[in-house]
């Protein structure tokens, strides 16, 4: 075979996701690689040294490999070098550096992580092909990767997508991590749904379950699972916040689709509802067809997506 494959690598805070992709978007192989940081040559090394070794041992070499796609947790500049990182330790030029000397002659290119999830979910997942799609990454923070005419929307700056930052409610008092008030990112997060849930308990004067961390946000799904309407009602605050702020997006980017993903998605089943009842309130009348849809590809989008960057790097 010749250039008849693609490698898709997702790198994140705690483990590297790698993947070798067919053309048409099958997983033939995959592997990880735990690491705390990457910042040496004996670990850029390793990382490409596992990387030849999944090739290798599919029956395949390096250069049936058409193009390698990464996807990292930061802000990826239009030249390809990082302009921050999120929860990683990353040397990106100098792991691309020892990949392509491992894949000679092939694009070694990089993006930002939810805009790889946008790709994989466009290309493979619920999107299902479609040329226009809006990602929207629930988990810690909220993020989002936007595609137009099947192509990734990266901005200027490399900082497209951010939607946690529209404004859904001017009145907060309360600062956001970037400074502003009231962004999407307080209400739509992990700590933002259990903020929403502790502040529902408290006017009503009743406890709240038991909570295990700052991010624990399946305790509040749960509990609205279980018949909690305080934790209930925190989700339908959570969809009526993320319906604004879709219904925003919605007439500047006007998609076929919206994604919904992140580890926050496991919740669909108690606010996936009321986010698109929220959604069709709030945007004007020709968006209200818009579907709004759960991620379905998980753990893989990632890998997937940035194979799909590779693909479009190398031309084939």
């Known amino acids: 075979m010749t250039a008849s494959l693609l490698v898709g690598i997702d790198v994140g805070g705690t483990s590297i996701k790698m993947g070798l992709i067919t053309m048409?978007?099958?997983?033939?192989?995959?592997?990880?690689?735990?690491?705390?940081?990457?910042?040496?040559?004996?670990?850029?090394?390793?990382?490409?040294?596992?990387?030849?070794?999944?090739?290798?041992?599919?029956?395949?070499?390096?250069?049936?490999?058409?193009?390698?796609?990464?996807?990292?947790?930061?802000?990826?500049?239009?030249?390809?070098?990082?302009?921050?990182?999120?929860?990683?330790?990353?040397?990106?030029?100098?792991?691309?550096?020892?990949?392509?000397?491992?894949?000679?002659?092939?694009?070694?290119?990089?993006?930002?992580?939810?805009?790889?999830?946008?790709?994989?979910?466009?290309?493979?997942?619920?999107?299902?092909?479609?040329?226009?799609?809006?990602?929207?990454?629930?988990?810690?923070?909220?993020?989002?990767?936007?595609?137009?005419?099947?192509?990734?929307?990266?901005?200027?700056?490399?900082?497209?997508?951010?939607?946690?930052?529209?404004n859904v409610n001017p009145d907060e008092r309360q600062a956001c991590n970037c400074g502003c008030h009231g962004c999407l990112e307080q209400y739509a997060s992990a700590r933002g749904l259990i903020r929403l849930y502790r502040e529902e308990c408290a006017r009503a004067g009743v406890e709240c379950v038991p909570i295990a961390h700052a991010t624990d946000a399946l305790a509040v799904f749960n509990a609205a699972r279980a018949g909690d309407e305080h934790a209930q009602v925190a989700c339908d605050d959570l969809a009526d916040y993320l319906g604004r702020a879709l219904a925003i997006v919605a007439v500047v980017i006007d998609p076929d689709i919206f994604v919904v993903g992140g580890g926050m998605s496991g919740g669909w089943d108690t606010y996936g509802e009321a986010l698109v009842a929220r959604y069709q309130h709030w945007v004007i009348p020709d968006g209200r067809a818009t579907p709004i849809r759960a991620a379905r590809l998980g753990n893989t989008a990632g890998m997937l997506g940035a194979a799909a960057h590779a693909k479009a790097a190398a031309g084939v």
């Open 24 to 166: 048409d978007g099958e997983i033939l192989e995959s592997t990880s690689v735990k690491t705390a940081e990457l910042t040496t040559t004996a670990e850029f090394e390793h990382v490409a040294g596992v990387l030849v070794e999944m090739v290798c041992g599919h029956g395949a070499t390096p250069a049936d490999v058409a193009g390698v796609g990464l996807a990292v947790p930061g802000v990826v500049r239009g030249d390809g070098s990082l302009a921050m990182a999120a929860n990683v330790t990353l040397d990106l030029a100098g792991l691309m550096e020892a990949i392509r000397g491992s894949f000679p002659g092939r694009p070694v290119v990089p993006l930002n992580d939810a805009n790889a999830a946008a790709l994989g979910e466009q290309w493979q997942g619920a999107g299902g092909g479609v040329p226009n799609l809006v990602f929207v990454t629930l988990g810690t923070g909220v993020g989002s990767g936007i595609v137009v005419d099947g192509k990734l929307a990266a901005g200027s700056h490399g900082m497209a997508g951010e939607v946690g930052h529209i």
